[in-house]
């Protein structure tokens, strides 16, 4: 999640971008990125803590954020460079860090088979996190690292059978968050309680909710797993209420420092608003009051802005 404001015109070109691909390691740095992927290989080596994960940002020193995270790209993008800088040079300190880095990963993870977006942490921080692809990016890291895939050929067994063990916990745990509305299966809320394992609140424009961002990018990785019954009948329930919900007729537009909803009929490729609400799937957007509206127009322009209510989010 992102700890600064980010700009109007960062914020608008994030509206309608489509999700990372899954399966390859992210290359585009935005702006609220973890220090991990553009720091020096030196300052990876340096900032990785004594769990084995590092902090969103090397020069935090207190509170939550000073804790190892998956948040915006950190800790899962440090162990890629550290792998693919020992694929280069076989020095094996760079080997070393990338495997205690993988060990704080599966030790991070939940009995449940989900992982927080700060380790031993407090409030929102300790939910199930979806959010920013938190968590699908750390099973597509152990994913690889579990089949040795290219950086990660020099991966043991041991640790190649515990990663496998990882994701397919993190596997069941995707199966068993998925929301059932109206006695139908649904898709994924932002972050989900991690005792409860229902959709839960993080910032205050961040409540219970049905988002279709995240969801989208569960999809895709869901579709990457061997098949089975369940796994088959979670994705086509997903694929139907990203079709129910899905959004024609309407064009999101940057106009006068704001973003705005135009109707046009002419619009018939659909795009999905980032959050449903829970249980009668209408598009909701919230602003800095935590009081939900179901028009954007309707909450504040600041948050118009700074966040990405409207995407071109399909699980396809």
């Known amino acids: 999640m992102k700890k600064n404001r980010i700009s109007i015109a960062l914020a608008f070109t994030m509206l309608l971008s ?5 399966l390859s390691p992210t290359t585009t740095v935005m702006a609220a990125d973890a220090s991990g992927t553009t720091a020096s290989l030196a300052d990876i ?3 990785q803590q004594a769990d084995g994960g590092w902090k969103k940002d090397y020069a935090e020193t207190s509170g939550d954020w000073a804790k190892s995270t998956i948040d915006n790209k950190a800790t899962y993008t440090e ?15 760079y080997s070393a860090a990338a495997i205690k880095g993988i060990n704080f ?31 699908i990016n750390v099973m597509v890291l152990l994913d690889d690292v579990g089949n040795k895939k290219g950086d ?11 990663s496998k063990q990882s994701v397919d916990k993190g596997v069941s745990c995707i199966l068993k968050t998925q929301v059932t509305s109206g006695g139908k299966l649904t ?24 988002s279709s961002k995240e969801s989208a990018t569960i999809v895709k990785f869901l579709k990457t797993r061997p098949s089975t019954s369940q796994i088959a009948n979670s994705i086509k329930a997903a694929e139907d209420w990203f079709k129910a919900v899905q959004i024609v007729g309407i064009k999101v537009v940057k106009e006068n420092n704001d973003v705005i909803v135009v109707n046009d009929a002419s619009v018939t490729k659909p795009i999905w608003a980032r959050f449903y609400e829970l249980n009668t799937n209408k ?20 948050r118009r802005t700074g966040y990405a209510w409207y995407g071109n989010w399909s699980p396809s």
Not at 115 to 129: K, L, M, N, R
Not at 152 to 162: P, V, Y
Not at 187 to 201: E, N
């Open 105 to 135: 990963l599966i030790n991070m993870q939940y009995a449940n088979g989900g992982w927080p977006q700060v380790y031993q942490s407090s409030g929102y921080h300790t939910h199930i996190t979806y959010n920013d692809d938190a968590m």
């Open 187 to 210: 898709v994924w809320g932002q972050q989900h309680d991690s005792s409860t394992l229902k959709p839960a609140a993080a910032r205050i424009y961040e409540v219970p909710s049905l």
């Open 45 to 47: 080596i340096k900032n």
């Open 283 to 302: 598009p909701i957007f919230v602003g800095r009051d935590g009081i939900v509206k179901y028009k954007l127009s309707d909450i504040d322009q600041e």
């Open 152 to 162: 990660f050929a020099f991966i043991d067994s041991n640790l190649a059978s515990k």
């Open 18 to 22: 489509v999700p990372v691909a899954l």
């Open 79 to 93: 162990i890629r460079r550290l792998a693919s800088e020992y694929t280069k040079t076989k020095d094996s300190k």
